[in-house]
Antibody, heavy 121, light 107 residues
Framework: QVQLVQSGAEVKKPGASVKVSCKAS????????MHWVRQAPGQGLEWMGI????????SYAQKFQGRVTMTRDTSTSTVYMELSSLRSEDTAVYYC??????????????WGQGTMVTVSS | EIVMTQSPATLSVSPGERATLSCRAS??????LAWYQQKPGQAPRLLIY???TRATGIPARFSGSGSGTDFTLTISSLEPEDFAVYYC?????????FGQGTKVEIK
């Protein structure tokens, strides 16, 4: 079945970087855009950016420009989200998500299970 | 960026009753509006896209309406499994933004 499986929880120190993976299965990896969304403890959902798995082009929310990098590996159907210069406010669950209509501007039909990233000294 | 505002923040409803949730966009998003349900410890689940189209496997008791700036999610008769937090999201203009959520709790 169509699914996204993310890497496990991470604990990082302030100033470090974290790289979260999201492996897609059950569909043609290059057919659907992949988004990253995060959710701080007890808070709402925040969109971080989008990657086109076909060509690798990206677009990031202004808030994360300069700190986030999204990449993909078509040989393993995996997308990656790396966030640098971590601070305590980056403590959150990070989700990958994809719409299944083949458009960038699309709702998110499928979600990964989430990866908890904790930033603490 | 487009700001999404949901109301109310919390809705107390009895099982079997109707729930009506509202979402307002700071500028027109046409029909590019989605609704999600999220339960504790789980990823969000897509309910509605295109303002009114139910996603695959979503029960008919969930319906969406609206266009432009004002949208509504209606749950016609609440089941025990429907008590959760609901988010709207505009999919019209980057950055794709979410509302702050409406918690539907048992009255």
């Amino acid at each position: 079945q169509v699914q996204l499986v993310q890497s496990g929880a991470e604990v990082k120190k302030p100033g470090a970087s974290v790289k979260v993976s999201c492996k897609a299965s059950g569909y043609t990896f290059t057919s659907y855009y992949m988004h990253w969304v995060r959710q701080a403890p007890g808070q709402g959902l925040e969109w971080m950016g989008i990657i086109n798995p076909s060509g690798g082009s990206t677009s990031y929310a202004q808030k994360f420009q300069g700190r986030v990098t999204m990449t993909r590996d078509t040989s393993t159907s995996t997308v990656y989200m790396e966030l640098s210069s971590l601070r305590s406010e980056d403590t959150a669950v990070y989700y990958c998500a994809a719409g299944l209509r083949g458009m960038a501007a699309d709702a998110f039909d499928i979600w990964g299970q989430g990866t908890m990233v904790t930033v603490s000294s | 960026e487009i700001v999404m505002t949901q109301s109310p923040a919390t809705l107390s409803v009895s099982p079997g009753e109707r729930a009506t949730l509202s979402c307002r966009a700071s500028q027109s998003v046409s029909s590019n509006l989605a609704w999600y349900q999220q339960k504790p410890g789980q990823a969000p689940r897509l309910l509605i896209y295109g303002a009114s189209t139910r996603a695959t496997g979503i029960p008919a008791r969930f319906s969406g309406s609206g266009s432009g700036t004002d949208f509504t999610l209606t749950i016609s008769s609440l089941e025990p499994e429907d008590f959760a937090v609901y988010y709207c999201q505009q999919c019209d203009t980057s950055p794709w933004t979410f509302g702050q959520g409406t918690k539907v709790e048992i009255k």
